[in-house]
């Protein structure tokens, strides 16, 4: 916890007490704005209690160890991307989706920086992978499902099944997340308007001759 001028608050200590689920959501943000000033690599339990004003013990007090805590985060990650499905279904508004999204490139947080690092822990740990791959399935089956609607009412096209658009369209997103923190000045607001209303345009449906 960080006081007004943005300085670390004394780290706090005895027995945890207060909103249980508060105080875990508090630690992934802590580890969240770790990862992303300073790499997965160097987040260690002892920066993010120091960033979370609180002693190790209160970390360790709410997760067992730094893979415990990380793996909380990335399922935390998939839950917004299930939350802003969820909206986009109910709305039935296709063009919302990529607005939604673009909304998550555009605030000045550590979503993107710290997604995409999390992601990549998939490649060498089989827990990470398994949690990646099995969120992304069912993130990915709401996709084809919302597309699916689209196209039946015209709003996108159908000479391309839902399942291959939804393909298309998580690469080009996962595409962008990756190489966002690596050239920020590329992936201004601006840009992110105009590269996801060009992605609209390629989904469109033909305009009739």
Request: proline letters at 5%; one cysteine or more; hydrophobic letters at 40%.
């Amino acid at each position: 916890m960080h006081s007004k001028d943005g300085t670390p608050k004394p780290a706090r200590r005895g027995r945890p007490t207060g909103d249980h689920a508060a105080k875990r959501q508090e630690l992934l943000r802590a580890t969240s704005a770790v990862i992303a000033q300073e790499g997965y690599a160097k987040a260690s339990m002892r920066k993010i209690a120091k960033h979370a004003g609180c002693t190790t013990g209160v970390v360790t007090h709410y997760f067992s160890n730094k893979e415990e805590l990380v793996v909380a985060l990335l399922e935390h990650a998939f839950d917004r991307f299930d939350v802003m499905l969820k909206g986009i279904e109910e709305s039935g508004d296709i063009k919302r989706l990529s607005e939604e999204w673009m909304k998550l490139t555009s605030r000045k947080n550590a979503f993107w920086p710290v997604t995409s690092e999390l992601l990549a822990l998939g490649r060498n740990d089989p827990v990470f992978a398994d949690i990646i791959a099995r969120r992304y399935a069912n993130f990915r089956r709401k996709y084809v499902s919302i597309l699916k609607a689209a196209q039946k009412r015209g709003e996108v096209r159908d000479d391309i099944s839902a399942d291959l658009l939804t393909d298309y369209l998580v690469a080009i997103g996962d595409g962008w997340m990756l190489m966002n923190p690596i050239e920020p000045k590329r992936f201004t607001p601006a840009r992110m308007r105009k590269l996801l209303d060009s992605l609209m345009a390629l989904i469109a449906p033909p305009a009739s001759s």
